[in-house]
């Protein structure tokens, strides 16, 4: 590892301080990982780091990372956006993340409306990884699911899952709205679907629900309104799961036959 950077002027630091910006994001083909876990995620997505620091007081991840920068802990702490500041940045390029090719996708996905909370498209995120494969497409309005409470969210995911636009989403698209839709255990969910969910407060409007193959609803006790959207994503993808799965024990062969 190199020496430690003890001043706050140092180019690497100035750069993980603009990474905090979505447009510097976007502009530079940038983000920015905080935590080992994290870290240790993209590295093992085959995601080689443009940077790399590390706590010179709690230096980690020497033997993965032996380029990794020291950086006094006062000045790495000073750049954390966690309660907790973690022991290790790494900037990687967001090129580097999966891309949903539309021809190849896997044959459930989720396609979010202006999901504008970036810890609720880090969850889903993490539920198309967990319950997938699946992918994840973002309309104008969403979250960065490379913002830092994104990543968080997403536990590693967003080194995993392809992400694409509103518009690429491949499969029959079954909207999921709050009421009058057909129950989503009675919705016709074979072969290559996407969900479409809108944003937390206002749903989906009218002209995106329209453009839906058919419209599901998740059934609530009566008092409640709605389901959070990451919840409502992660039991859509569970029932498309249970029933392939299903599907596919009973269409199995005996052993010994």
């Given amino acids: ?17 603009r990474l905090q910006s979505a447009s510097q994001r976007e502009r530079l083909g940038l983000f920015v990982c905080e935590g080992e876990d994290l870290i240790v995620a993209g590295l093992q997505a085959g995601l080689e780091p443009e940077e790399v620091l590390v706590d010179a007081g709690r230096p980690v991840l ?22 907790h500041p973690a022991r290790a940045i790494a900037v990687f390029r967001r ?43 973002l ?21 995993r899952v392809p992400v694409g636009g509103f518009d690429e989403a491949p499969g029959r698209r079954i909207g999921l709205i709050a009421h009058g839709g057909v129950p ?18 206002d ?16 059934p609530l006790a009566a008092a409640a309104e709605s389901l959070n959207v990451a919840a409502a994503g992660a039991i859509a993808l569970y029932e498309r799961r249970r029933r392939a799965q299903a599907a596919a024990g009973h269409h199995a062969t005996p052993a010994g036959r």
């Fill in 95 to 137: 090129p580097g993340l999966p891309q949903l090719n539309p021809a190849s996708a896997a044959e459930v996905g989720l396609a979010l409306w202006r999901v504008a909370d970036p810890g609720n498209v880090g969850a889903l995120l993490r539920s198309a990884d967990a319950l997938g494969p699946a992918f994840l497409c």
């Fill in 203 to 218: 749903g989906l409007p009218d002209e995106v629900a329209a453009g839906c193959d058919e419209l599901a609803t998740i």
């Fill in 184 to 201: 989503l255990a009675e919705a016709d969910l074979s072969g290559s679907v996407c969900f479409v969910l809108g944003a937390e407060r």
């Fill in 1 to 17: 590892m190199s020496d430690v950077v003890v001043s706050a002027s140092n180019p690497k630091l100035r750069l993980v301080r």
């Fill in 62 to 83: 020497a033997e993965r990372v032996p380029q990794a920068t020291l950086v006094a802990s006062e000045l790495l702490g000073e750049l954390s956006e966690l309660a």
């Fill in 139 to 159: 309309s104008s309005g969403c979250a960065d699911p490379t913002g830092s409470k994104a990543l968080r969210a997403s536990m590693g995911a967003v080194f």
